[in-house]
């Protein structure tokens, strides 16, 4: 009696440790990352033998305790789905005999963030995983807005519609020195996309030729912005002028009349060459000071002092 208990317990080792195989799911082991506005897909596989059958095979993506794509009865059944993702989910049917319970989610929003829990019931098997999900956002392209003051010159740089919240940076000369410190920073946030707007300012007096960097950094996705902006001044060139001026003046006064006759001539005549048929005349327009543009490259600014 005791012999045959034995035989039964070792038989039935041996068909567990070879004859028995765990139903298992597979979901990410690390956080994912999601892109605002873009479609996002959720993995998750199972293990599909020869006994499967749809029919048996349950399916559901949940968030907490938010039902967000259920499938059942070989067919999907939202009913329960919570309004969040209300035509915004999608099952890969025609790959489930595959193994395939993935769920695609379209239209990511930073209110998708959470974890997820897949859940899966076969004839073979259930089991459930979470994995988290992150969403961020790249900034825009910096724009530059510039105001020339009577003893300096006003930088704004401005980007929206990144997350999660940057970090800027400011640097000065060759040597970059850093100058972040001399900034002032304004950052905010839409109440309803949850995105950041953020605008950095620096205020600079007694300005030579110098050029600045300014960069930003959302680290979440690795994105860096690095714009150079030149500044310009002819403040120098005006105090040297006097003296080349005033250097053989009596001496060349026949010949500056000269020109300035030839010179009244000529503007004369590209007056009148640039009137148009219409009887409008055709000036070039001139920037005003105060000017707003995207900063894609290098920006050059020329100071008037």
Same mark, same amino acid.
């Given at each position: &009696?005791?012999?045959? #208990?034995?035989?039964?317990?070792? =038989?039935?080792?041996?068909?567990?440790?070879?004859?028995?195989?765990?139903?298992?799911?597979?979901?990410?082991?690390?956080?994912? %990352?999601?892109?605002?506005?873009?479609?996002?897909?959720?993995?998750?596989?199972?293990?599909? *033998?020869?006994?499967?059958?749809?029919?048996?095979?349950? +399916?559901?993506?949940?968030?907490?305790? *938010?039902?967000?794509?259920?499938?059942?009865?070989?067919?999907?059944?939202?009913?329960?789905?919570?309004?969040?993702?209300?035509?915004?989910?999608?099952?890969?049917?025609?790959? &489930?005999?595959?193994?395939?319970?993935?769920?695609?989610?379209?239209?990511?929003? %930073?209110?998708?963030?959470?974890?997820?829990?897949? /859940? +899966?019931?076969?004839?073979?098997? =259930?089991?459930?995983?979470?994995?988290?999900?992150? #969403?961020?956002? /790249?900034?825009?392209?910096?724009?530059?807005?510039?105001?020339?003051?009577? *003893?300096?010159?006003?930088?704004?740089?401005? =980007?929206?519609?990144?997350?999660?919240?940057?970090?800027?940076?400011?640097?000065?000369?060759?040597?970059?020195?850093?100058?972040?410190?001399?900034?002032?920073?304004? %950052?905010?946030?839409?109440?309803?996309?949850?995105?950041?707007?953020?605008?950095?300012? +620096?205020?600079?007096?007694?300005?030579?030729?110098?050029?600045?960097?300014?960069?930003?950094?959302?680290?979440?996705?690795?994105?860096?912005?690095?714009?150079?902006?030149?500044?310009?001044?002819?403040?120098?060139?005006?105090?040297?002028?006097?003296?080349?001026?005033?250097?053989?003046?009596?001496?060349?006064?026949?010949? +500056?009349?000269?020109?300035?006759?030839? &010179?009244?001539?000529?503007?004369?005549?590209?007056?009148?060459?640039?009137?148009?048929?219409?009887?409008?005349?055709?000036?070039?327009?001139?920037?005003? &000071?105060?000017?707003?543009?995207?900063?894609?490259?290098? /920006?050059?600014?020329?100071?008037?002092?």
């Amino acid at each position: &009696m005791n012999r045959n #208990i034995l035989v039964f317990c070792l =038989s039935l080792l041996l068909f567990e440790a070879f004859g028995f195989t765990e139903f298992e799911i597979t979901v990410p082991n690390d956080t994912l %990352l999601g892109f605002h506005g873009q479609v996002l897909t959720l993995p998750c596989t199972f293990q599909v *033998d020869g006994s499967w059958d749809l029919g048996s095979t349950v +399916i559901t993506w949940q968030r907490g305790l *938010d039902v967000v794509h259920s499938f059942y009865y070989s067919r999907d059944q939202l009913d329960r789905q919570n309004p969040l993702y209300s035509k915004r989910t999608s099952l890969f049917n025609r790959e &489930m005999a595959r193994g395939n319970a993935s769920l695609r989610l379209d239209k990511v929003t %930073l209110k998708d963030t959470g974890v997820y829990t897949c /859940f +899966i019931s076969t004839n073979s098997g =259930s089991q459930k995983k979470s994995f988290g999900v992150n #969403i961020a956002a /790249f900034y825009s392209e910096p724009r530059l807005k510039f105001s020339v003051l009577k *003893d300096g010159v006003n930088l704004l740089v401005t =980007s929206e519609g990144g997350h999660p919240s940057p970090t800027l940076q400011w640097l000065i000369e060759k040597n970059s020195d850093d100058i972040t410190n001399q900034t002032q920073t304004h %950052l905010a946030q839409d109440t309803h996309t949850g995105l950041y707007s953020v605008s950095s300012w +620096i205020n600079l007096t007694a300005v030579t030729n110098s050029s600045l960097t300014f960069i930003l950094y959302n680290n979440l996705l690795g994105q860096k912005i690095s714009r150079e902006i030149q500044l310009y001044s002819d403040k120098r060139e005006k105090q040297s002028e006097p003296e080349e001026r005033c250097h053989g003046c009596f001496t060349l006064i026949p010949g +500056i009349l000269l020109l300035l006759l030839l &010179m009244l001539i000529i503007i004369g005549l590209g007056f009148v060459s640039r009137r148009n048929p219409n009887g409008k005349n055709s000036l070039n327009k001139k920037l005003p &000071m105060d000017e707003s543009q995207a900063l894609n490259g290098t /920006f050059k600014i020329i100071i008037n002092q």
